[in-house]
């Protein structure tokens, strides 16, 4: 084995070794080592230059931003909803003689949808009307008996006084003034069984008045008429079908006007006025406008919601109950800025917001929210008329930092 391969192996190995771990220990002994310059040298050489060379500044692209005017909304998810909807229910019980109406059928307002056959109602009516005769025809007889009685009463009234001005002078016996006056107590008695007689036809007048309109509205309940004009959404009872009382005639839907019902969260209810313009999308891709007619005063339990609703024209009935639809509804203008989605970024703190840069091209966070978002970029509400935003290179600065700005203007 030859000595000198591996002489020069443990050699490369030291040197490497000091030149990695030993570094700053080499150097320092090298500069030990170095002989010190002479006076002729030492004169020659130049003063140090003590000052640090300048960093250079970052530099940054801006926008010289100034604040428009634009139109603010508030964008809801919902369906549609009919107007008006009822399910017409029969009173009565009995079959159905009518033809029925089918499904999708328009119907005006007391369109006659179901009959049911009359029975026994007519004899019930007939009988009521009998007896509302016979208590009518009651009635003058008992005021005759109440006038007779009150004849009676009168004259029985006048034999007392007679009989009372005899006995004082002598004239008449204890006997008779005590018989005139129970003339008057049984006149009197008659008088007051006069008057309830005379009340008891009156009142029978109204007892048999009120059978007659009970047995005239059951008669009136045979026909089942439309509330209002609209369409039915199912077929009227079928023709024999025995009707109980509840039971379904058919169902009226009105779908123009047509409801638009989406939910707000309570962050934005605020922004929502009975009354404001509101556009709507469905799924369809059809468009339609109304404005809104309810704003809900009380929250979802569930979703802490409110609801709102819009009325929008259907004349053609193309836009049917229970679609999916994109409601937006107009809030307040405001003053807004439009810059490219980039130039956002987060604070320490994870709170949104943009860079901004002032005359001294000193670099400031500015806290922003986001209005609504479009094409050309976002816009942004929280910042002053007029601001220079870092849109390029804002990832790379810090409050208070000086930059090298480029200023573009917006296009």
């Avoid at 030990?32 to 692209?61: C, G, H, I, Q, W």
């Avoid at 909803?81 to 059928?105: D, N, Q």
């Avoid at 056959?117 to 009307?129: H, M, N, P, V, Y």
């Avoid at 779908?255 to 962050?267: A, M």
């Amino acid at each position: 084995m030859r000595l000198l391969p591996i002489l020069t192996a443990i050699l490369v190995s030291a040197f490497l070794f000091f030149l990695v771990f030993q570094r700053d220990n080499l150097v320092d002994f090298a500069r030990e080592t170095d002989a010190p310059p002479s006076e002729a040298e030492t004169a020659a050489a130049p003063e140090p230059d003590n000052t640090t060379p300048s960093k250079p500044l970052v530099s940054v692209v801006a926008l010289r931003s100034v604040a428009q005017p634009i139109e603010n909304a508030v964008l809801l998810r919902g369906e549609t909803e009919a107007a008006r909807e009822v399910e017409v229910r029969s009173e009565v019980s009995g079959l159905i003689i009518s033809e029925p109406l089918r499904k999708g059928s328009q119907v005006e307002k007391d369109q006659l949808l179901c009959e049911v056959e009359i029975g026994t109602r007519a004899s019930d009516l007939e009988d009521a009307q009998g007896v509302l005769i016979r208590a009518q025809a009651a009635v003058p007889e008992a005021n005759a008996r109440l006038a007779e009685a009150n004849a009676r009463l009168a004259e029985a009234q006048i034999n007392d006084n007679a009989a009372k001005r005899l006995s004082e002078g002598g004239f008449a016996s204890d006997t008779r003034v005590a018989s005139a006056a129970a003339s008057v107590e049984s006149a009197l008695a008659a008088v007051e069984a006069a008057k309830a007689a005379a009340s008891a036809a009156t009142s029978g007048i109204k007892s048999a008045e009120a059978r007659v309109a009970a047995a005239q509205r059951e008669i009136d309940r045979l026909k089942i008429n439309a509330p209002f004009a609209g369409m039915l959404e199912t077929d009227t009872a079928e023709l024999g079908t025995l009707m109980q009382p509840g039971a379904l005639c058919g169902t009226v839907v009105l779908l123009n006007p047509i409801k638009l019902v989406g939910f707000v969260p309570e962050t934005d209810v605020e922004r929502i006025k009975v009354g404001a313009m509101a556009g709507a999308r469905l799924a369809s891709g059809r468009e339609a406008r109304g404005s809104v007619s309810f704003l809900s005063r009380t929250a979802d339990v569930t979703t802490r919601t409110f609801r709102v609703e819009v009325i929008v024209p259907n004349e053609d009935l193309a836009i049917r109950d229970g679609q999916t639809v994109e409601i937006i509804v107009s809030a307040a203008g405001t003053e807004a800025h439009l810059v490219p989605a980039s130039a956002l970024t987060l604070d320490d703190d994870g709170e949104l917001g943009v860079r901004t840069v002032d005359e001294n091209k000193t670099v400031q966070f500015a806290p922003v929210s986001i209005l609504r978002d479009e094409i050309g970029g976002v816009w942004l509400d929280g910042l002053p008329d007029e601001v220079s935003i870092i849109t390029s290179g804002q990832e790379y600065v810090t409050d208070g930092v000086t930059v090298a700005v480029t200023y573009k203007e917006p296009s």
